[in-house]
């Protein structure tokens, strides 16, 4: 069961504690809200961990509950009937998790590292909607940015070579997980998967993936510490490498 904190003080400004840092309402679809609306939201709103590995929301679950994403990674995936699993996103802060006026989960939502989240009753984000235009036009703008996103994606796996398609992933995640620090001059991270799911999500074998990373890491275009710490010392470098 995960611990649910209900932070529901007001800030002077009239805005909720729990949304005064929240990079949804910076950056995401909160961002839309004024302060009145953001003070109705947040009083059926819980701020809450969920642990590496823990699942958020099943393949055809029924959906009771929409969160942003505050801190962390979300992995989605797909599951065949005969068990079969392919990974067919990630999610970061301030993305949005779940899909208005739908009834059931069309993927898994799985914690891909400590995931800070922010969760509201479906009922409360679709009053939202119709009462606030501009707070659904934010979320039209997320997916059609997902839809892009899966594009370009699909470009990746479909067309580039085993080496761009590490480094597209490796340039993903320093662009995404601390999104303020990367710059040319480099950025640090934790791999949010491990070396078998990232073989999964680049449509590589396990050996292929050590191996790109390795060569990555003989031209200094990372460094790697243990298996996840991963600093790239230039991203204009692994731009290049991923051919964009």
Same mark, same amino acid.
């Given at each position: 069961?995960?611990?649910?904190?209900?932070?529901?003080?007001?800030?002077?400004?009239?805005?909720?504690?729990?949304?005064?840092?929240?990079?949804?309402?910076?950056?995401?679809?909160?961002?839309?809200?004024?302060?009145?609306?953001?003070?109705?939201?947040?009083?059926?709103?819980?701020?809450?961990?969920?642990? $590496?590995?823990?699942?958020?929301?099943?393949?055809?679950?029924?959906?009771?509950?929409?969160?942003?994403?505050?801190?962390?990674?979300?992995?989605?995936?797909?599951?065949?009937?005969?068990?079969?699993?392919?990974?067919?996103?990630? $999610?970061?802060?301030?993305?949005?998790?779940?899909?208005?006026?739908?009834?059931?989960?069309?993927?898994?939502?799985?914690?891909?590292?400590?995931?800070?989240?922010?969760?509201?009753?479906?009922?409360?984000?679709?009053?939202?909607?119709?009462?606030?235009?501009?707070?659904?036009?934010?979320?039209?703008?997320?997916?059609?940015?997902?839809?892009?996103?899966?594009?370009?994606?699909?470009?990746?796996?479909?067309?580039?070579?085993?080496?761009?398609?590490?480094?597209?992933?490796?340039?993903?995640?320093?662009?995404?997980?601390?999104?303020?620090?990367?710059?040319?001059?480099?950025?640090?991270?934790?791999?949010?998967?491990?070396?078998?799911?990232?073989?999964?999500?680049?449509?590589?074998?396990?050996?292929?993936?050590?191996?790109?990373?390795?060569?990555?890491?003989?031209?200094?275009?990372?460094?790697?510490?243990?298996?996840?710490?991963?600093?790239?010392?230039?991203?204009?470098?692994?731009?290049?490498?991923?051919?964009?």
């Amino acid at each position: 069961m995960i611990e649910v904190s209900l932070r529901k003080d007001i800030h002077n400004s009239g805005i909720p504690v729990l949304c005064v840092a929240c990079e949804a309402r910076h950056r995401g679809v909160c961002g839309a809200l004024t302060s009145e609306q953001l003070v109705a939201l947040a009083k059926s709103s819980v701020k809450h961990k969920a642990p $590496q590995g823990e699942e958020l929301v099943a393949d055809a679950e029924h959906v009771e509950r929409y969160s942003n994403v505050m801190s962390g990674v979300v992995k989605l995936s797909k599951t065949l009937a005969d068990g079969r699993q392919q990974i067919v996103g990630l $999610q970061f802060a301030p993305d949005f998790v779940g899909r208005p006026f739908r009834t059931e989960s069309a993927v898994t939502a799985e914690a891909a590292t400590q995931v800070d989240l922010c969760s509201f009753p479906r009922q409360a984000v679709e009053r939202m909607m119709v009462e606030q235009p501009d707070f659904e036009h934010r979320l039209l703008q997320q997916t059609l940015k997902e839809l892009d996103q899966a594009r370009d994606w699909m470009v990746t796996l479909g067309r580039k070579t085993a080496a761009e398609k590490v480094a597209s992933f490796l340039l993903m995640i320093a662009r995404n997980v601390h999104p303020t620090q990367a710059s040319a001059s480099g950025s640090t991270f934790d791999l949010p998967l491990s070396r078998s799911e990232i073989a999964d999500f680049l449509g590589l074998t396990i050996e292929t993936v050590s191996r790109q990373l390795t060569r990555l890491r003989t031209e200094g275009v990372i460094r790697i510490e243990g298996t996840r710490h991963v600093t790239v010392e230039n991203l204009d470098r692994l731009t290049a490498q991923a051919g964009d």
